[in-house]
Structures are given as structure tokens and as C-alpha cells.
């Protein structure tokens, strides 16, 4: 059973920074790619980043590149989004999620929206303005 733990949520300001981190276990953390979504009130679910295992490849949605970097250490079995430059608009409850298929080395694609299959609780974000 693979669980996930995030945290690092809370309330900054906007132009503020806020690193979130989700701990994972009960699996090779290496082999899985990692994500991380957000949904914001009366919102659909956003895809805004990705990682492969090895950390080769990653994702980013439009509307966090250049302000959010996701990393991980697989030492740690631990995945971060570093978030500065924040905005309002980025105010939601942000999840980490773990792909449901392994996949070894650096060729490795990143997982499809559809292909997560393990989820944290959730972290709330709140920028304010």
C-alpha cells in the first residue's frame, strides 16, 4: 500500500514562496513518477507538474512554468514543488500523487493525468493580495 503525506501548505503573501514536500512509502520510490495537482473551489483538477523517477524528465503547466520547480530525492523518498512568485490565483488545496506503473531509467515518460493512482490528503495553499 503506497501512502503519501504532503505538507508545507499555509498562507503567504503574493510574491511570497512556499515549498510544499510529499513523503511517500511503500514502494521503490525511484521507480514512480511523481506529480503533483491542485484544485482551487468550484475549479476542475489542475495537472500543473510532473517528474519521472529518475528525475530525467519533467512537466510543467503553463500556468506555474517559471515559478514552481518540482524535485525530488529518492534517498528521502521525499518530492518537493518549490513555489515562488506566488499570486492569488494560485490559491488551492495541492496534492502529490505517485504513478500506478513503474518504469526504470532515464527513458522513462512521465505519467498521463490518468495514470496516478496513489494520492496524499491534500495541503492548502492560500496567497493573499
Known amino acids: 500500500q503506497v501512502q503519501l503525506v504532503e505538507s508545507g501548505g499555509g498562507v503567504v503573501q503574493a510574491g511570497g514562496s512556499l515549498r510544499l514536500s510529499c513523503a511517500a512509502s511503500?514502494?521503490?520510490?525511484?521507480?514512480?513518477?511523481m506529480g503533483w495537482f491542485r484544485q482551487a473551489p468550484g475549479k476542475e483538477r489542475e495537472y500543473i507538474v510532473a517528474?519521472?523517477?529518475?528525475?530525467?524528465?519533467?512537466y510543467y503547466a503553463d500556468s506555474v512554468k517559471g515559478r514552481f520547480t518540482i524535485s525530488r530525492e529518492n534517498a528521502r523518498v521525499t518530492v518537493y514543488l518549490q513555489m515562488t512568485s506566488l499570486k492569488p490565483e494560485d490559491t488551492a488545496v495541492y496534492y502529490c500523487a505517485a504513478s500506478r506503473d513503474s518504469c526504470v531509467g532515464d527513458g522513462c515518460l512521465l505519467p498521463s493525468t490518468g495514470e496516478y493512482a496513489y494520492w496524499g490528503q491534500g495541503t492548502q495553499v492560500t496567497v493573499s493580495s
Open positions: 511503500g514502494r521503490t520510490f525511484s521507480n514512480y513518477g
Open positions: 517528474i519521472s523517477g529518475s528525475g530525467s524528465r519533467t
